[in-house]
Nanobody, 115 residues
Framework: QVQLVESGGGLVQSGGSLRLSCAAS????????MAWYRQTPGNQRGLVAVIISSGNTNYPDSVKGRFTISRDNAKNTVYLQMNSLKPEDTSVYYC?????????WGQGTQVTVSS
């Protein structure tokens, strides 16, 4: 059974930075396309960043230039560096495979950006 554990969230002021981590056990992340998603209450989970096995990345316009996804295959961990945070980035952040999350979703990590 694959387990995903997200961490690194917190409360930050607008313009600040956070680095999220997603550690996986039970599978080798390196062979999968991985992504970060976010979800606010009452809304669907949305895509934040994608990284494929080659290291190529992709982002929606809402975070492009501010967020950076990376992976450390030796640690079986995916990261999300978030800079220039905005109040609208406030959400619970999750990682999973892309384009659909094939593994059980973790508990996520809460990011709150104050204005």
């Amino acid at each position: 059974q694959v387990q995903l554990v997200e961490s690194g969230g917190g409360l930050v002021q607008s313009g600040g930075s956070l680095r999220l981590s997603c550690a996986a056990s039970g599978s080798n992340l390196a062979i999968y396309k991985m992504a970060w998603y976010r979800q606010t209450p009452g809304n669907q989970r949305g895509l934040v960043a994608v990284i494929i096995s080659s290291g190529n990345t992709n982002y929606p316009d809402s975070v492009k230039g501010r967020f950076t996804i990376s992976r450390d295959n030796a640690k079986n961990t995916v990261y999300l560096q978030m800079n220039s945070l905005k109040p609208e980035d406030t959400s619970v952040y999750y990682c999973n495979t892309y384009p659909t999350g094939i593994w059980p979703w973790g508990q996520g990590t809460q990011v709150t950006v104050s204005s």
